[in-house]
């Protein structure tokens, strides 16, 4: 909101008078226009990105209204501009909450990592064979992930994968894409029904679109990839129409009953009710005709219209898919095989050495500009300084680089012939070039070995480190601020306007106070500022899963914290928890960490050295006070097990191990590694022992398998 009194030239524009020389009447009146007029622009603004005035003009508005307001403050209208904070939509596209996540596949890169994949499930499952288990083998289209709702027959929403778990709400867009049905009429559809499939952009298209970008003088886009997203994520359906997307089905998300037994199947119905498949995709019985078609669809790539990146192999039967379930943020039973990554040489420049949020140091190549694979890249990693020594890169040298999917491009090695004379040996700094503190190489007490990667040892006196830190909080998957760049965060941190987390939420109020405003910085205005300060806004509330993510913990990833955020419950929770485990590593807390299974003692303990430090406390206490997390949805809140803690023991003879903890965690239980008087279940199998002891000294309820099955049932 502006405090600039509108000037003459303004005034023409808005009410004639003068505010001092308003009554009451015109000024109540006045108000109520403005209040239309502002709700009108922000419509078009936010929702449509097709402004009819200037931001000067509408920050005169608001300014208009400010002032008339200060002047006859009793007629500030309920529905006021000045009240509306965090109330014109900031997202560009609405959330759409996927009720069945859209995950990622994991990768393989050769014939032993498939066998691995295969051995995985044979274990999984506990079969003794692999063989008879039939595959879909399909291309992996490179393009961007969508699920579409049917309900009635009729498509009623197209949303993309987003962080897997809320996506954006793309539906005028999906419904411009001629090969996906708007309807389907066909006896025995599901309802509701969620497909989920790839968008993609035929190679012929992308070349046609950036010609014409070219002559417009618009920026050109680097792949078809690039291409087919920018052009689905356009605020104007208009211009998606005009884009040539094309999709291809591939799966399923939430959906009433499929009479279906396989994939294959599936993909049979999926044809007959009229949406594309790729005409590819083959059935294949065994390793090797699994890589056979590896190999011919990779032979006849370059003939294909459109980039593929690699082959899908995904387990035929859906029972079997059903009992393997996910791990982490991917199938058990399908995988993607790349194939082998793009190469080019080029030389390198220099050798950048950047400081990361837990202080690591990683050495980045300087490259000069080369094309890999589509894309042009700039910048390798060098992974650690191990890694330079290994491939003994030298500045000047030229440099074999590769580009995989979506993964940094990585240095392979170098052209020994072209080393120009003199080179030297990289020397690796010592100290932080961030802050100057030392950089030491910590044992890792696991191993008992030297860790390859160097870390400052500056903490939070390390400008990089908090730098780091605030990017990281920000963060697509943490709180995802739109409008809240890399960029912007380090010129803020420069400027003092953000230095730890909590500001960021008290930036707005310390701005309205202050005298150098943020929409007066250059490259903002007051309606970028608003935008920034509602983005803001929008965030005080907060998944838990994804607060805890974004403190940027050591080794706390995404999974992780979904895991503590499933303990835990609430903010509250973790936090008395994680005080007292970080205050007293022999205490009750610290075991029941310990304790959640896949939360190993390194895990364990980088989380209580973060709340040993009694300013990384404060700062979560400060946060705490702005934003409210949310509890994540449990996993199955009608589930029997739901909540409710479990230890397995003893062999298990309907299932594995590994399943029964899966499934368990999937019905929202929480499995844990030992008996204590937090365990509700123990569910023992022949040869359990000391487990089962510490079960009845406790009074804790011991089940058999059978009992356990009945109970989930
Ligand atoms: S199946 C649980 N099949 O690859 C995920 N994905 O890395 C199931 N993709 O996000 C995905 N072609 O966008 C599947 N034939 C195919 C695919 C395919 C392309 C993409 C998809 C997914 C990504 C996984």
């Known amino acids: 909101m502006s405090k600039t009194k509108t000037s003459k030239k303004d005034r023409a524009s808005l009410g004639a008078k003068s505010v001092d020389a308003l009554d009451e009447a015109e000024a109540s009146a006045e108000l109520a226009r403005l209040a239309a007029a502002i709700a009108h622009h922000d419509a078009l603004y936010y929702r449509k990105d097709e402004p009819e005035i200037s931001d000067a003009e509408y920050d005169a508005l608001r300014a208009r209204n400010d002032e008339i307001e200060a002047r006859f403050p009793h007629l500030v209208r309920d529905d006021s501009p000045s009240l509306k904070i965090g109330a014109a939509p900031v997202e560009t596209f609405g959330k759409v909450t996927h009720r069945v996540p859209m995950l990622s596949l994991g990768n393989v890169f050769d014939e032993e990592g498939l066998r691995d994949f295969l051995d995985r499930i044979k274990r999984f499952l506990g079969l003794e064979t692999i063989e008879g288990l039939a595959f879909t083998a399909e291309p992996k289209i490179d393009g961007l992930s969508i699920t579409l709702r049917y309900e009635n027959g009729k498509l009623i929403q197209g949303a993309t994968r987003g962080d897997g778990y809320e996506g954006e709400n793309v539906t005028a867009n999906v419904r411009t894409i001629p090969d996906i049905p708007h309807s389907i009429k066909s006896r025995g559809f599901p309802d509701p029904f969620e497909l989920r499939g790839e968008i993609y952009m035929s190679r012929a298209a992308f070349q046609r679109l950036n010609e014409e970008q070219a002559k417009a003088g618009e920026r050109l886009f680097a792949n078809p990839r690039n291409a087919a997203a920018g052009s689905l994520r356009q605020l104007d359906p208009a211009i998606t129409a005009k884009r040539p997307l094309r999709f291809f089905a591939y799966g399923w998300g939430e959906v009433a009953r499929l009479s279906a037994e396989t994939q294959w199947d599936v993909y049979q119905l999926l044809r007959a009710w009229g949406f594309p498949l790729n005409p590819l995709i083959r059935l294949a019985r065994s390793v090797e005709e699994m890589l056979e078609t590896y190999r011919d669809i990779e032979s006849g790539r370059v003939g294909l219209d459109y980039d593929i990146d690699g082959i899908v192999y ?18 058990r039973y399908a995988i993607a095989h790349k194939f082998p990554a793009e190469k080019a040489t080029t030389v390198l420049r220099d050798i950048d050495i950047q400081v990361g949020r837990t202080g690591a140091l990683t050495p980045v190549a ?6 890999v694979g589509g894309v042009v890249v700039q910048n390798a990693t060098l992974h650690n300084e ?12 030229t440099v074999i680089v590769q580009r995989a999917g979506d993964v940094i491009p990585q240095i392979l090695g170098v052209v020994q012939v072209k080393r120009p004379k003199g080179a030297k040996r990289f020397a690796f700094p010592e100290v932080c070039p961030a802050c100057g503190s030392h950089a030491s190489r910590e044992i890792n007490p696991t191993t008992g070995k030297v860790d390859a990667v160097r870390r400052c040892t500056g903490g939070l006196i390390c400008p990089a480190q908090r730098v780091e830190r605030l990017k990281h909080f920000v963060s697509r998957n943490a709180f995802d601020i739109e409008g809240l760049g890399e960029k912007h965060i380090k010129a803020f941190y420069d400027d003092g306007l953000i230095q730890s987390l909590p500001d960021i939420f008290t930036l707005q109020a310390r701005d309205k106070r202050s005298s150098s405003k943020l929409a007066e910085r250059e490259g903002w205005g007051e309606t970028s500022a608003q935008r920034l300060f509602d983005a803001i806004e929008a965030r005080r509330n907060v998944r838990l899963d994804r607060f805890i993510y974004a403190l940027g913990i050591r080794h706390v990833g995404e999974t992780t914290g979904r895991l503590l955020a499933r303990n835990y419950g609430s903010a509250e929770n973790f936090l008395k928890a994680m005080r007292a485990a970080g205050a007293d590593r022999d205490g009750e807390a610290f075991a029941e960490l310990d304790n959640i299974e896949q939360i190993g003692p390194a895990v364990a303990a980088a989380i209580a050295d973060f709340f040993a430090e009694p300013h990384n406390v404060a700062v979560v206490d400060e946060l705490l006070h702005e934003v409210k997390p949310e509890p994540l949805e449990a996993v199955d809140h009608a589930s029997p097990i739901s909540g409710k803690t479990v230890v397995f023991t003893g062999t298990l003879e309907k299932m594995t191990r590994s399943e029964a903890k899966a499934k368990a ?13 937090h365990t509700d279940y123990v569910v023992a199998g022949p040869g359990a022992g000391s487990k089962l002891k510490n079960a009845a000294a406790l009074g804790v309820k011991v089940l058999t398998e059978e009992e356990w099955l009945k109970l989930l049932d």
């Open 314 to 331: 995904k387990l035929d039967r859906l029972d079997l898919q059903q009992r393997l379930g996910f791990v982490s943020r991917s199938p």
């Open 386 to 397: 191990d890694e330079i020594a290994r491939k003994d890169v030298r500045i000047g040298d």
């Open 366 to 371: 300087k490259l000069d500009p080369v094309t």
């Open 665 to 677: 965690e999937r019905l929202g239980a929480k499995v844990a590694g030992s008996v204590s008087k």
